[in-house]
């Protein structure tokens, strides 16, 4: 079989990567992806030279370019984890994040429907459902509540989400979706809370914690998430929904603490900024769906899969200093001569 992953140099999709090209050698895994900010060959370097591994380079959103690759590869699977995918961007700069995660989204979906597709997987998120009250820890998202995004990165997960449903519904794709809370671990973009405070505190800089630090994240480790969409891709119903968590709620503030404690640093590097526009509240997942009809449970606990990462970021400095200073760019560069 063959496999278009879309966003596979990025922190999920590249995780993703690792997983599928050595787990199922018998299948070919392309990776498409555009080499945003957020892009990064260097997650992908223990994979070059794999036979069932190639890497193209494009974007989602290229219609051109997206039906002639179709038309060459024929592909079996898209799994679509290629997006804009931080919050804060969306605030300041809205319209590329229309651009990747709409259109790019139905350009995916129009080849499908020209070429035909055994199954379209999109990776979608927790945020499309909004967020929960602080004061009500008995409540949790199931793929049954409303859609109502609060920032325009959710409102266009969302509006992607939409049009999968909509294409799968007016011209038969098969389709399935997976909505995912926060992941974390190995290969994580430093601009993301936990990368961003392990890369701080071990160069002793303030941590930002926003407003007073009491919203709430469901965490999972990302090769849990993994592991769960490939469970869906195989196993799951065309046309359903599926939400994956693990029941790892925790405040900003304890997250931070906990990663200052692990690596002996002081509390006194916190600093409370400015609350992020629109901020929401909580996100917690009720993962029974998956659980019940694909048998999926996660490995990790947030007590055993921090000091994973943290131990991850310690023995791979380079491939986040590289971020940090500028390197990876000129590394690009120097790859495809732009
Ligand atoms: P990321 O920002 O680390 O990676 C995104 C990748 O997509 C990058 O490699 C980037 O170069 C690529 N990309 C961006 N625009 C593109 C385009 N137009 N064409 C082709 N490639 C493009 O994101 P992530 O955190 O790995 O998230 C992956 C997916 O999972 C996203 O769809 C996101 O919405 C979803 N998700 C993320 C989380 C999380 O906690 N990070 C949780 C749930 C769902
Ligand atoms: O829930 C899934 C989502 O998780 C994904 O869909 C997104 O792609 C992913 O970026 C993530 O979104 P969040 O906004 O929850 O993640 P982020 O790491 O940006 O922030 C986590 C929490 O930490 C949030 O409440 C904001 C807060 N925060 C974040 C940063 C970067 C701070 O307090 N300080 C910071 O500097």
Redo the contacts with the bound molecule.
């Keep these: 079989m063959k496999y278009i992953v879309t966003g596979g140099a990025g922190f999920i999709g590249g995780n993703y990567m690792h997983f599928a090209v050595n787990t199922y050698p018998e299948d070919q895994w392309i990776c498409l992806d555009k080499l945003t900010y957020a892009g990064n060959l260097e997650t992908l370097k223990p994979l070059e030279g794999k036979p069932n591994y190639h890497f193209v380079r494009g974007d989602i959103a290229d219609r051109e370019f997206i039906f002639s690759l179709f038309e060459k590869e024929k592909p079996d699977f898209v799994i679509n984890f290629a997006?804009e995918?931080?919050?804060?961007r969306s605030v300041t700069d809205p319209d590329i994040f229309v651009r990747t995660n709409v259109m790019g989204t139905v350009t995916l979906l129009d080849a499908c429907r020209s070429f035909g597709i055994r199954r379209y997987h999109q990776v979608?998120?927790?945020?499309v459902y909004g967020d929960l009250p602080l004061d009500r820890p008995d409540l949790f998202f199931t793929e049954e509540n409303q859609i109502k995004a609060s920032?325009p990165?959710?409102a266009s997960?969302a509006s992607a989400d939409l049009f999968v449903m909509a294409y799968h519904r007016t011209f038969g794709i098969p389709v399935t979706i997976s909505r995912?809370?926060?992941?974390y671990g190995p290969y994580h973009f430093p601009?993301?809370?936990?990368p961003?405070?392990i890369s701080r505190a071990l160069k002793e800089e303030k941590?930002?914690?926003?407003?007073n630090?009491a919203?709430?994240?469901?965490w999972l480790y990302v090769t849990d998430h993994c592991r769960a969409i490939d469970r869906i891709v195989r196993e799951g119903r065309s046309g359903e929904v599926y939400n994956i968590g693990g029941h790892n709620e925790r405040s900003?503030l304890e997250?931070?603490k906990t990663i200052l404690h692990a690596l002996g640093k002081p509390e006194s590097l916190i600093e409370y900024?400015k609350d992020?526009p629109g901020?929401?509240q909580r996100?917690a997942m009720d993962p029974a769906k998956i659980e019940r009809e694909l048998h999926w449970e996660p490995e990790y606990s947030f007590d055993t899969g921090i000091p994973v990462t943290i131990d991850w970021y310690l023995k791979n400095r380079e491939w986040w200093e590289h971020i940090i200073s500028g390197e990876y760019q000129k590394y690009f560069e120097e790859q495809y001569k732009i």
């Design positions: 997006a995918s931080h919050v804060d979608s998120t927790d945020e920032s990165y959710s997960k995912c809370s926060n992941n601009e993301k809370l936990i961003l405070v941590i930002p914690v926003y407003g630090g919203n709430v994240r469901d900003n997250v931070v900024v992020r901020h929401d996100y």
